[in-house]
């Protein structure tokens, strides 16, 4: 029988390529600061393409060794074929809705007369013939007023630069009226007329990393050129802002402005198309609270606000005194962290209670109507329908359950089982339980353990721990078709609610940004400590993950702590927190992390921390896998790049440092289910063998009790 012996697993010694060092040096407040890796963030370059190409080469002769790395992509490959099917929706007179056969590369919009039955339902859009490797992908899709028009952006190689195209939904043609260099950018209409749309202009170099810092919202007219689009907000004449966005109320009567510096907090304007000489009209004026026009009746507005409430509120606010000294509560701040949407002339709020979903019903007065049943614990979403809608589909899905649809009478409030996928795998043989446990500073954080019902506290279970911790952004129980191949193979999947998230609010947030951003990694450490202590795993058997700003939390971690580890998967991480600001828009993620320009102080901060300056000679760091996609133009690949170098120059342990760089892909969105599938074979494939494994863990129980 093959070995199982993490503490000395065998492979083949790696000949890194070569990687230059050049003498660029930075000065930060009289600081000296190293850069011998900067060449590498000249996408242009084919020194920097052969790199990459010979890091491939390198890793993929690697991975290539691993015994079961088919298996695992068999299991992936057949796990995934099953129909997936989302909630439909009407437009104009057809209803649509998204498909995916099982392997498609993209997601197909078919549509079916209303009235009729989705057995009816015909091809409207399928971007899996836009290429075909499947790495041009559909964006969104937003139908005009009367449903007659749409218009719908698709994405070349994963980049954010998108192109927007229109098509007559009658004669499923293209009318000509295609935009181009759109980026961050949603598509709202004004009756079946034209549409709002948001851009940058296009950098003189690299598209693909070049900074972009001035957001522009502009109309297209149907019919008209887009030299000719009218530019309606953050001109030269306005203040700059790095993000704006632009959409048309329900009733057709406002268009809501939102401007922002930074990925938190906006300013919001408000334009009466039936009073166009009153021009813009300010709701609030400061970006010190995140603040959002839900719904409109006549000349009153309902607000999502998290001014002077950090866990969100609803107020009403009249177009005559709009600011927030006016505003009056119609859905109070609660202890828990609110969301809200309106469908059916109704007020649907979600509540956040430790991570999991709890959603009422309410009147536009702020009268609860009910308490929505939810099928059981774990994430509910869009609870949104038109004002004259009857019905509702609602998602739900956890860690064991695959994702259903419920429909939902607004009327009465019942919810029936519209959508549930049939899916080769037994939820039932597995469990998640929620635990609390102490940070660094006594902070109580919780986290979700996912595993097979029966496991052993033995400490030799192998163990994803996966973090992102920043921007908000909240990490709720969802079902992953890869997580559950993890977890059939007697994984444990563990995932915490750390600082810099939204689980508690903007208070939870804001004790994970800037100067406050260790108490992050701190979050993430004691919850792999927490596991260790409590032998569901040990170092051994631990692997690190997590992407975007979760690839920055792997990264400073294992610099922090490579003995707390086996393997670390940082994935299109932002790791060089000195100059991430220079590139793209990475200048609006200042609120989360400060920049090296800000303060010597918090120059000095960020340096003690940014994963790329703390890789030290002499330390024997985890097995690596640092993954990245070479369009991604959100978080450019040379984070990874140079963070990778660094690594490979100065491991001192036996463990390998390999980084993948998928080509025709960006940060994540739209890449094709063939490239998905391929890319977590290797990743669970690296990460299993060097825990020391030479067959999959359920081979080897079965091996064991033969």
Not at 224 to 245: A, C, H, P
Not at 359 to 366: C, I, K, P, R
Not at 660 to 668: F, K, L, Q, V
Request: aromatic share 12%; hydrophobic share 35%.
């Amino acid at each position: 029988m093959s070995c199982n012996n993490p503490q000395n697993p065998t492979f083949a010694p790696i000949d890194y390529p070569e990687t230059k060092k050049v003498d660029t040096i930075d000065t930060y407040f009289d600081a000296a600061i190293a850069d011998p890796y900067r060449w590498l963030e000249d996408d242009l370059s084919s020194e920097t393409e052969e790199w990459v190409i010979e890091q491939n080469k390198t890793t993929f002769g690697h991975l290539d060794q691993i015994p079961f790395r088919a298996a695992l992509k068999n299991r992936l490959t057949s796990l995934w074929n099953y129909e997936k099917i989302t909630a439909p929706f009407v437009e104009g007179g057809y209803t649509y809705f998204y498909k995916n056969n099982g392997l498609q590369n993209q997601y197909v919009l078919y549509r079916y007369p209303n009235g009729q039955s989705a057995q009816e339902a015909e091809v409207f859009l399928d971007p899996n013939g836009f290429k075909e490797d499947g790495t041009i992908s559909l964006g969104g899709v937003s139908f005009s007023k009367k449903g007659n028009l749409a218009a719908y952006s698709i994405s070349e190689g994963g980049s954010d630069w998108r192109k927007v195209l229109v098509m007559d939904t009658k004669t499923k043609i293209l009318v000509g009226d295609t935009i181009v260099d759109v980026k961050f950018s949603g598509l709202s209409w004004k009756g079946d007329e034209g549409f709002f749309y948001s851009s940058y202009d296009k950098p003189k170099g690299s598209s693909l990393s070049d900074k972009t810092d001035r957001h522009k919202l502009y109309y297209h007219a149907m019919g008209s050129n887009q030299k000719d689009d009218q530019l309606i907000f953050g001109g030269d004449t306005d203040e700059k802002y790095r993000y704006v966005g632009g959409s048309v109320t329900e009733d057709q009567r406002f268009l809501v402005v939102t401007a922002s510096n930074a990925t938190s907090g906006n300013k919001l304007f408000l334009h009466d198309f039936t009073q166009p000489q009153k021009g813009f009209i300010t709701i609030v004026g400061h970006s010190n609270s995140d603040t959002y026009v839900m719904d409109t009746q006549g000349d009153n507005l309902l607000l999502s606000t998290n001014l002077e409430a950090p866990n969100k509120r609803v107020v009403k606010a009249t177009l005559d005194q709009p600011g927030p000294e006016f505003w009056q509560d119609v859905i109070p701040e609660t202890e828990h962290v609110l969301s809200v949407s309106t469908a059916g002339g109704f007020i649907f709020a979600e509540y956040m209670v430790d991570a999991l979903s709890k959603v009422y019903q309410y009147d536009t007065t702020g009268r609860m109507i009910r308490e929505i049943a939810l099928p059981g614990l774990g994430s509910a979403g869009g609870f949104s329908a038109k004002k004259t809608d009857a019905d509702l589909y609602y998602s739900f899905t956890n860690y064991t359950t695959p994702g259903s649809v419920f429909k939902l009478s607004i009327a009465e409030g019942r919810s029936e089982l519209f959508i549930q996928p049939s899916i080769d795998f037994d939820s039932g043989a597995y469990t998640s339980d929620q635990v609390f446990y102490t940070s660094k500073d006594g902070t109580q954080v919780p986290m979700i353990i996912t595993y097979k019902k029966g496991l052993t506290l033995n400490g030799k279970n192998p163990t994803i721990l996966y973090g992102y911790g920043g921007f908000n952004i909240s990490l709720t129980p969802s079902f992953s078709i890869v997580n559950a191949v993890w977890l059939e193979q007697g994984g444990v999947y563990a995932v915490p609610n750390i600082r810099g998230g939204g689980e508690y609010g903007k208070t939870w947030h804001d004790a994970g940004t800037q100067m406050k951003k260790q108490n992050v990694f701190d979050d993430f450490i004691a919850a792999a400590e927490y596991l260790i202590d409590n032998d569901y795993t040990s170092k051994e058997y631990l692997a690190l993950r997590g992407g975007s700003n979760g690839g920055l939390l792997v990264g400073a971690v294992m610099t922090q702590r490579p003995d707390l580890m086996q393997v670390a998967l940082p994935a299109v991480g932002v790791l060089d927190m000195l100059r991430y600001h220079t590139f793209t828009a990475g200048a609006g993620w200042g609120y989360d992390y400060g920049t090296a320009q800000d303060s010597p102080e918090m120059f000095e901060y960020l340096r003690q921390y940014s994963p790329v300056h703390n890789v030290k000679a002499g330390v024997s760091y985890p097995a690596t896998l640092v993954t990245t996609g070479d369009h991604d133009d959100r978080v450019v690949p040379a984070h990874s790049f140079k963070f990778t170098a660094e690594l490979q120059n100065k491991q001192s342990g036996t463990h390998p440092v390999l980084i993948r760089i998928e080509t025709d892909a960006g940060h994540g969105a739209g890449t094709p289910v063939s490239k998905t599938i391929e890319q977590y074979a290797d990743i669970f494939g690296f990460t299993l063998f060097h825990m020391g494994y030479r067959v999959l863990p359920e081979d080897l129980e079965a091996q064991l009790k033969t």
